[in-house]
């Protein structure tokens, strides 16, 4: 038992069981169905923030265009569902029966070639993981390869995600347009609305969000993660050594896209939809305050800064409609400038010493034996035996 507990002590798995056990244990049985639902969403954009924490934090690129990969993950699933959701006897009122309705409505009259690889579900889970990372290796080889990097490399991130976004908008015909991709009801034939099925995605969500963490935490204690660390902290030190900087920064940017891109993926499941308003500039911004909120240098972290971020914004926007945007810049401002190191910081700066100084405290008090009664002084007077035990006659 003893090995078992060091072993999770020197690994740091203690706060990743402790997040296993809020989100598979805690959540299912506290909230209703509706809130369960609503927390699988927040944990899709937390694979976003593990991204940018092997990106940012780990690597010191700060990419504002994360939304542009959770987008096409999105994208991705969207448009499987929608063609599962399009077959021909349903759509038999339209004019070309056999094609998403918004197609029908611009007038196209047949499905486009780049649509027919997600009429397969195992070819559209690869794509999805392999466009994104496709094209996150070309930007970032494009960029760090001429050693583009800090504010600039931010700005072409926001720049590639206003692209995407006008691109998604103004293909109407062949993306949905500003409306998206709604109406999205069956995978493979299983009703996604059913209340067993959001449990059994809330489920799998959460399990391939710990499969991410612990996959990330597994890069981040390897050489490669020391490399990561070095090259943020001392960039020209690594290169001297004769590593190739540019190679492992694109690395961690193609890692963080294909996180990225799986939470897009598990998002549009849940959510039954995809829009346009989930690629731009405005979310990207958020998805980094995630993990900003979170700790940029904290895994379990980003995870707790996605589920705070994300439901105070359901929350002010419930109780304070006309108030809830200065609210959530007030929350953001607060948190930043109290605690720079997000919620990972203050546990570790405050909780955890306090809880030390705790456990030591009462385990030094169990150790420590209990002092034997003091024996009489000499000289001192012998104590008083009440009457009857004394000897003397009364």
Do not use: H
Request: charged letters at 10%; hydrophobic letters at 55%; one cysteine or more.
């Amino acid at each position: 038992m003893n090995s078992i507990k060091l072993w999770v002590e020197r690994n740091s798995l203690g706060s990743v069981l402790l997040l296993a056990v809020v989100l598979l244990l805690v959540f299912p049985l506290a909230l209703d169905l509706f809130r369960l639902n609503l927390v699988g969403k927040y944990l899709s954009y937390a694979f976003v923030a593990l991204g940018l924490v092997m990106l940012w934090g780990y690597g010191g690129v700060l990419s504002l265009g994360q939304g542009v990969f959770f987008g096409l993950g999105g994208y991705g699933m969207a448009m499987f569902l929608k063609l599962e959701a399009s077959d021909p006897i349903t759509t038999k009122i339209q004019s070309t029966p056999g094609i998403p309705d918004f197609m029908d409505w611009n007038q196209i009259t047949a499905l486009p070639v780049w649509w027919t690889p997600f009429q397969s579900f195992p070819l559209t889970v690869l794509l999805i993981l392999v466009v994104p990372t496709l094209l996150a290796f070309i930007i970032g080889y494009a960029m760090f390869k001429r050693r583009v990097g800090g504010v600039y490399f931010a700005i072409i991130t926001q720049a590639v995600a206003l692209i995407l976004t006008v691109l998604i908008i103004g293909q109407q015909g062949y993306t949905g347009g500003v409306n998206g991709m709604t109406d999205l009801k069956t995978l493979m034939g299983w009703d996604t609305r059913t209340d067993s099925a959001k449990y059994i995605l809330y489920f799998l969500t959460s399990g391939l969000l710990m499969g991410a963490i612990v996959l990330c935490a597994w890069i981040q204690r390897s050489k490669l993660g020391t490399l990561l660390l070095a090259m943020r902290d001392k960039e020209d030190r690594v290169r001297f050594s004769g590593y190739d900087v540019a190679m492992f920064r694109i690395f961690a940017f193609c890692l963080a896209a294909m996180l990225s891109a799986i939470g897009g993926a598990m998002f549009t499941l849940q959510v039954g939809f995809m829009s346009p308003s989930l690629v731009g500039i405005v979310p990207s911004i958020e998805m980094v305050i995630f993990a900003a909120v979170g700790g940029r240098m904290s895994l379990v972290g980003a995870v707790y800064g996605a589920l705070l971020v994300n439901f105070g914004k359901t929350y002010f926007s419930e109780s304070f409609p006309d108030l809830w945007l200065f609210l959530m810049a007030g929350m953001f401002l607060g948190v930043v400038l109290a605690f720079p190191d997000g919620l990972a910081g203050v546990y570790n700066n405050r909780v955890k010493p306090w809880l030390a100084g705790r456990f030591a405290k009462r385990k030094n008090a169990a150790a420590t034996p209990p002092s034997p009664p003091s024996a009489p002084a000499v000289g001192s007077a012998s104590p008083k035996l009440p009457a009857g035990l004394s000897g003397q006659q009364t």
